[in-house]
């Protein structure tokens, strides 16, 4: 009997990070791979999602969200980057980042449209254009700099683009798209007629003179922008999955309108704790990006240390390293072995991309680890330096 999934998800059974966190688990290896923190989020935030259920806060919440997360979303986005949102019409709160991708996509685009990405691309957004009928176009940001060759940009759209899909700060490069760059981005998706859809949940992790710039906040920009972030990233708490998306009333109605079929509603009591950490503000912000850039450092400098190329990055939990010098001229293939071998597990950059050789020698770390983890895993990696 052939395979009853469908055509169009073929190749998607599972996912790159599936796979290496199961190797993880199988070998007992220091995780470096999946990006999820080894440590809760700010107790007040904890402290007010056990307080919510405490209330009775446990059934559905409204279809939108509960109201005071939709204003705190509202509120935040004014106060980070002066961008106004009526959280009754402009806010939708999702499961997580990933549903509100989801339905923007399945919204938005018809079979037969085009989706611009930048490869590499977290692996969700491919495998919804598929879901939708729709393709994907990419350009390639390529190690070590990740910047944007305009040409190859431009080539990718056409007269069937109907969105662009960008990721900033960008997983899995931990890129921070500068304002040309997304001046560039922007000057496109006007010429073309397209929506902008910007993934944005690492908007609080960026270190050093970086600066997050949400396309929202450009110049005409705002009638044509969805903007999703979620919970999970900032106050560490990826399996609550409370996100949101925000932009214009009647592209936001669009949303809700596949979002209600998806989950119809998710994270009762998560959803007014999410509000509180949002009010809670630049405290939690700046202490959340102090303790991260010195775990970037203390990654980075531990793998240059021990002779291996790798990236400074300006935002995101990740550092991408060549893995040359330790031996390998395949990512993936050290991805396999690294687990048992030496006890470490990475996710190969390879597994973001439609034509693997940019990134054949490329693997990506995660730093959002215990200082003694990321020591740990350093000590396991110089066995092969």
């Given at each position: 009997?052939?395979?009853?999934?469908?055509?169009?998800?073929?190749?998607?059974?599972?996912?790159?990070?599936?796979?290496?966190?199961?190797?993880?688990?199988?070998?007992?290896?220091?995780?470096?791979?999946?990006?999820?923190?080894?440590?809760?989020?700010?107790?007040?935030?904890?402290?007010?999602?056990?307080?919510?259920?405490?209330?009775?806060?446990?059934?559905?919440?409204?279809?939108?969200?509960?109201p005071e997360l939709l204003s705190a979303v509202?509120?935040?986005?004014?106060?980070?980057?002066?961008?106004?949102?009526?959280?009754?019409?402009?806010?939708?709160?999702?499961?997580?980042?990933?549903?509100?991708?989801?339905?923007?996509?399945?919204?938005?685009?018809?079979?037969?449209?085009?989706?611009?990405?930048?490869?590499?691309?977290?692996?969700?957004?491919?495998?919804?254009?598929?879901?939708?009928?729709?393709?994907?176009?990419?350009?390639?940001?390529?190690?070590?700099?990740?910047?944007?060759?305009?040409?190859?940009?431009?080539?990718?759209?056409?007269?069937?683009?109907?969105?662009?899909?960008?990721?900033?700060?960008?997983?899995?490069?931990?890129?921070?798209?500068?304002?040309?760059?997304?001046?560039?981005?922007?000057?496109?998706?006007?010429?073309?007629?397209?929506?902008?859809?910007?993934?944005?949940?690492?908007?609080?992790?960026?270190?050093?003179?970086?600066?997050?710039?949400p396309v929202a906040s450009l110049p005409q920009?705002?009638?044509?922008?969805?903007?999703?972030?979620?919970?999970?990233?900032?106050?560490?708490?990826?399996?609550?999955?409370?996100?949101?998306?925000?932009?214009?009333?009647?592209?936001?109605?669009?949303?809700?309108?596949?979002?209600?079929?998806?989950?119809?509603?998710?994270?009762?009591?998560?959803?007014?704790?999410?509000?509180?950490?949002?009010?809670?503000?630049?405290?939690?912000?700046?202490?959340?990006?102090?303790?991260?850039?010195?775990?970037?450092?203390?990654?980075?400098?531990?793998?240059?240390?021990?002779?291996?190329?790798?990236?400074?990055?300006?935002?995101?939990?990740?550092?991408?390293?060549?893995?040359?010098?330790?031996?390998?001229?395949?990512?993936?293939?050290?991805?396999?072995?690294?687990?048992?071998?030496?006890?470490?597990?990475?996710?190969?950059?390879?597994?973001?991309?439609?034509?693997?050789?940019?990134?054949?020698?490329?693997?990506?770390?995660?730093?959002?680890?215990?200082?003694?983890?990321?020591?740990?895993?350093?000590?396991?990696?110089?066995?092969?330096?």
């Amino acid at each position: 009997m052939t395979s009853p999934l469908v055509a169009r998800m073929h190749g998607y059974e599972t996912t790159v990070f599936a796979e290496m966190s199961r190797l993880a688990v199988e070998t007992g290896a220091v995780n470096l791979g999946q990006g999820f923190p080894d440590t809760d989020g700010p107790s007040e935030v904890l402290e007010a999602a056990r307080r919510a259920i405490s209330e009775g806060r446990n059934q559905y919440p409204p279809g939108r969200g509960v109201p005071e997360l939709l204003s705190a979303v509202a509120d935040h986005q004014a106060e980070q980057y002066g961008i106004d949102l009526d959280p009754s019409r402009q806010v939708l709160v999702t499961a997580g980042a990933t549903e509100a991708i989801a339905a923007s996509i399945l919204a938005l685009c018809e079979s037969g449209d085009e989706v611009v990405v930048f490869e590499p691309y977290y692996d969700s957004y491919t495998a919804m254009i598929s879901l939708a009928g729709a393709h994907h176009r990419t350009c390639v940001l390529r190690f070590p700099d990740f910047s944007i060759d305009a040409d190859e940009l431009r080539a990718a759209f056409s007269a069937r683009t109907r969105l662009v899909l960008l990721n900033n700060p960008h997983n899995p490069t931990g890129k921070v798209f500068n304002r040309e760059e997304l001046q560039l981005i922007c000057d496109l998706a006007r010429e073309f007629d397209a929506w902008v859809v910007t993934d944005e949940v690492y908007e609080h992790m960026t270190y050093g003179d970086a600066e997050h710039i949400p396309v929202a906040s450009l110049p005409q920009m705002a009638d044509r922008t969805l903007t999703i972030s979620s919970a999970g990233k900032t106050f560490s708490v990826t399996g609550w999955k409370i996100g949101w998306i925000s932009g214009p009333a009647e592209a936001i109605t669009a949303v809700k309108t596949v979002k209600q079929y998806l989950t119809f509603v998710s994270g009762g009591p998560f959803q007014p704790a999410v509000a509180h950490g949002l009010r809670m503000g630049a405290a939690v912000f700046g202490e959340l990006r102090s303790s991260l850039q010195q775990k970037r450092d203390r990654l980075v400098d531990g793998l240059a240390g021990l002779g291996v190329s790798v990236t400074r990055p300006a935002g995101t939990y990740f550092a991408v390293a060549d893995v040359t010098s330790l031996g390998y001229d395949d990512g993936r293939q050290f991805c396999l072995d690294a687990p048992g071998r030496i006890g470490v597990a990475a996710v190969p950059l390879s597994g973001f991309h439609d034509d693997p050789e940019p990134a054949r020698k490329l693997v990506r770390f995660a730093f959002c680890k215990q200082d003694h983890v990321l020591d740990e895993g350093l000590r396991r990696i110089a066995q092969l330096s």
